[in-house]
C-alpha cells in the first residue's frame, strides 16, 4: 500500500487566496483526520470523518475552513479566504479502528500564506 | 480532550546512551499512542498501550503504562543517530502532547 497520500507537498499563496489541500486515505480505512500542526500549538485535530461523514468538527477554527469527503478514497481541507497565520503544516490520517489504535498519517503538505 | 503534559522538552544525549521520555495525564487513558516524527514527515505510530502496567517493548524501546493508565513512559537503550526526532504521545489520537525532541550526537 502507498500508504496515505496528501497533495501537494508545499503551498505558497497569497492571503486573500483559496487554498485546497487533498488526501487520499489507505484502502479499507473507514476514518480520515485532519490536523494542523505549528511550533506553537503542537499537532491540533481540525476534523474527523467515518465513513466519509464529518463526525466532529470542533477543531476548524473559523468559518474560513471547510472540509469533505466525497468518497472513500479522497478528501478536501479548504481555506478560503487564507490568512498569514494559517500557515503551517497540515496532515491527513487514517485508520481502521478509529481513534484507539493509533493512525497512519500521510507525508503533510507545508502551507506558507504571504 | 485531555491535556497530555511531555517531559522534558528536549533531549540531547551521545551515541550509545539511554533516555526516558515521559508523557502524563490528570485523566484516565482510555489507549495511549507513541510517535516518531521526522522533519519534514509525518508522525509515525510506534506503539498502543491500553492495559494499565502493560511494559511493550520494540527493538531498544521498552513503553510502560502506568497501573492507573494516568502516565506513560517511552526508554530507549543505547540510543542511536537514528533515534532523533520528535516523540509524541497522543490519546486515541484526538489530542496530542506537545512533545520530546530527542537528539542522538554520533
Known amino acids: 500500500d502507498a500508504g496515505v497520500i496528501q497533495s501537494p507537498r508545499h503551498e505558497v499563496t497569497e492571503m486573500g487566496q483559496e487554498v485546497t489541500l487533498r488526501c487520499k486515505p489507505i484502502?479499507?480505512?473507514?476514518?480520515l483526520f485532519w490536523y494542523r500542526q505549528t511550533m506553537m500549538r503542537g499537532l491540533e485535530l481540525l476534523i474527523y470523518?467515518?465513513?466519509?461523514?464529518?463526525?466532529?468538527d470542533s477543531g476548524m477554527p473559523e468559518d474560513r475552513f471547510s472540509a469533505k469527503m466525497p468518497n472513500a478514497s479522497f478528501s478536501t481541507l479548504k481555506i478560503q479566504p487564507s490568512e498569514p497565520r494559517d500557515s503551517a503544516v497540515y496532515f491527513c490520517?487514517?485508520?481502521?479502528?478509529?481513534?484507539?489504535?493509533?493512525?497512519?498519517f500521510g507525508s503533510g503538505t507545508r502551507l506558507t500564506v504571504v | 480532550t485531555q491535556l497530555l503534559e511531555q517531559s522534558p522538552q528536549f533531549l540531547s544525549i551521545q551515541e550509545g546512551e539511554n533516555l526516558t521520555v515521559y508523557c502524563n495525564s490528570s485523566s484516565v487513558f482510555s489507549s495511549l499512542q507513541w510517535y516518531r516524527q521526522e522533519p519534514g514527515e509525518g508522525p509515525v505510530l510506534l506503539v498502543t498501550v491500553v492495559t494499565g502496567g502493560e511494559v511493550k517493548k520494540l527493538k531498544r524501546l521498552t513503553f510502560q503504562f502506568g497501573d492507573a493508565r494516568k502516565d506513560s513512559s517511552l526508554h530507549i537503550t543505547a540510543a542511536q543517530p537514528g533515534d532523533t526526532g520528535l516523540y509524541l504521545c497522543a490519546e486515541g489520537g484526538l489530542s496530542f502532547g506537545a512533545g520530546t525532541t530527542v537528539t542522538v550526537r554520533a
Open positions: 470523518f467515518n465513513n466519509n461523514v464529518p463526525i466532529d
Open positions: 490520517a487514517s485508520s481502521f479502528w478509529g481513534s484507539f489504535y493509533g493512525y497512519t
Open positions: 484502502s479499507g480505512h473507514d476514518y
